[in-house]
């Protein structure tokens, strides 16, 4: 009963007393349809535009991966696991290194009374560090010069690569510096502690091994080199997937919330004009007069499927529309001198 009078005396109450018709309520119902699925498909629809322009972005960039240096299937798991591993001992031995030089830069810059303090100390973390890096990376560009990695998927170099005499001196010069800065500085360190009173094999043998493990390491980082590539884009090109796949289920997502939220708004406003339709009878009946048909633009409203129909149709003439809108905006930045927006260049 409220809701009678609330739309009687308040929102409808010219339709109400100006005719016997129904067809005012039938426009206003359809009309609050399109309202409010216009508002939100237009929202979700921007949104699935800009996805769809960042999947096509994706597509692009998996697309430029060279096809031929990429893990296939049956070789990427195995391989994986051994890059896995060799970078976890690279670690390893990159700390262990560290740790070793960081005793021997003790002797580069010594613990004094000026030198005390987190300072020093931070620079001598920092010069192991360096040093470290220097000789693993000289060992492994040494090795490359020498014994030039074969890169996984690419075919024999015709040419082969040049051996290149100045590059390969340049590096060894780097590693030999290197090698006989931990030499120098760890003897050194040894005969610093306790007066030198330390067993001669042990220290030689530490000093010996501080020099190998750069060696070692760069061994190693030449064996990743060989499927860095090749790994690496295998692994872009499962992301770019995974985005894509991700997007597509959004889409999904986006696509059945319109259709769902249309569903709804259209079934609400039938019900909606289904009350009015029968507040207006009643109000008819009180005033004696006879209820006249739906006029034929307005005979959508005699069910609820002929309803969904026009709304849909109308819906989809609205997204033509915006479709066509969007793509003028995006089309007026290209067009040239004498040409239509729109129309493609010869």
Same mark, same amino acid.
């Given at each position: 009963?409220?809701?009678?009078?609330?739309?009687?005396?308040?929102?409808?109450?010219?339709?109400?007393?100006?005719?016997?018709?129904?067809?005012?309520?039938?426009?206003?119902?359809?009309?609050?349809?399109?309202?409010?699925?216009?508002?939100?498909?237009?929202?979700?629809?921007?949104?699935?535009?800009?996805?769809?322009?960042?999947?096509?972005?994706?597509?692009?960039?998996?697309?430029?991966?060279?096809?031929?240096?990429?893990?296939?299937?049956?070789?990427?798991?195995?391989?994986?696991?051994?890059?896995?591993?060799?970078?976890?001992?690279?670690?390893?031995?990159?700390?262990?290194?560290?740790?070793?030089?960081?005793?021997?830069?003790?002797?580069?810059?010594?613990?004094?009374?000026?030198?005390?303090?987190?300072?020093?100390?931070?620079?001598?973390?920092?010069?192991?560090?360096?040093?470290?890096?220097?000789?693993?990376?000289?060992?492994?560009?040494?090795?490359?010069?020498?014994?030039?990695?074969?890169?996984?998927?690419?075919?024999?170099?015709?040419?082969?690569?040049?051996?290149?005499?100045?590059?390969?001196?340049?590096?060894?010069?780097?590693?030999?510096?290197?090698?006989?800065?931990?030499?120098?500085?760890?003897?050194?360190?040894?005969?610093?502690?306790?007066?030198?009173?330390?067993?001669?094999?042990?220290?030689?043998?530490?000093?010996?091994?501080?020099?190998?493990?750069?060696?070692?390491?760069?061994?190693?980082?030449?064996?990743?080199?060989?499927?860095?590539?090749?790994?690496?884009?295998?692994?872009?090109?499962?992301?770019? /997937? #995974?985005?894509?796949? +991700?997007?597509? !289920?959004? %889409?999904? &997502?986006?696509? @059945?919330?319109? =259709?769902?939220?249309? *569903?709804?708004? /259209? #079934?609400?406003?039938? +019900?909606?004009? !289904?009350? %009015?339709? &029968?507040?207006? @009878?009643?109000? =008819?009946?009180?005033? *004696?007069?006879?209820?006249?048909?739906?006029?034929?633009?307005?005979?959508?409203?005699?069910?609820?499927?002929?309803?969904?129909?026009?709304?849909?149709?109308?819906?989809?003439?609205?997204?033509?529309?915006?479709?066509?809108?969007?793509?003028?905006?995006?089309?007026?930045?290209?067009?040239?001198?004498?040409?239509?927006?729109?129309?493609?260049?010869?």
């Amino acid at each position: 009963m409220l809701r009678y009078l609330y739309y009687r005396h308040w929102k409808f109450r010219p339709e109400f007393e100006k005719d016997n018709r129904i067809d005012p309520f039938a426009v206003y119902c359809m009309d609050a349809t399109q309202d409010a699925v216009k508002r939100k498909g237009d929202k979700i629809r921007k949104y699935i535009r800009n996805l769809t322009d960042r999947k096509k972005s994706f597509i692009e960039k998996r697309e430029r991966i060279p096809k031929d240096m990429i893990l296939e299937n049956d070789e990427y798991y195995n391989i994986r696991s051994k890059i896995r591993r060799l970078r976890f001992i690279l670690i390893l031995i990159f700390l262990a290194e560290s740790g070793l030089n960081y005793f021997t830069s003790l002797i580069a810059i010594p613990v004094t009374d000026e030198t005390k303090g987190i300072a020093f100390t931070l620079l001598r973390i920092a010069l192991a560090l360096v040093v470290t890096a220097i000789g693993i990376v000289c060992a492994d560009q040494f090795f490359e010069e020498i014994l030039p990695s074969k890169k996984y998927g690419v075919k024999e170099v015709t040419p082969p690569k040049k051996f290149n005499p100045m590059r390969m001196l340049v590096w060894l010069v780097g590693l030999v510096v290197i090698e006989y800065m931990i030499f120098h500085f760890g003897l050194a360190r040894v005969n610093d502690i306790e007066g030198g009173a330390v067993n001669g094999d042990t220290a030689k043998s530490l000093i010996i091994l501080s020099m190998v493990i750069p060696i070692v390491a760069g061994g190693i980082g030449w064996e990743i080199s060989n499927f860095r590539d090749a790994y690496r884009n295998r692994r872009l090109y499962d992301r770019y /997937t #995974n985005c894509i796949n +991700h997007i597509d !289920n959004k %889409l999904e &997502n986006l696509r @059945e919330t319109e =259709n769902g939220y249309f *569903q709804k708004k /259209t #079934n609400n406003y039938w +019900h909606t004009y !289904n009350r %009015l339709k &029968n507040f207006k @009878e009643y109000y =008819n009946s009180k005033k *004696q007069r006879e209820n006249v048909a739906l006029l034929k633009e307005n005979e959508f409203a005699t069910d609820y499927d002929r309803v969904y129909a026009e709304s849909l149709r109308r819906y989809n003439k609205h997204k033509e529309k915006q479709d066509a809108i969007e793509r003028t905006k995006i089309n007026t930045s290209e067009t040239t001198p004498g040409k239509k927006i729109g129309q493609d260049s010869d």
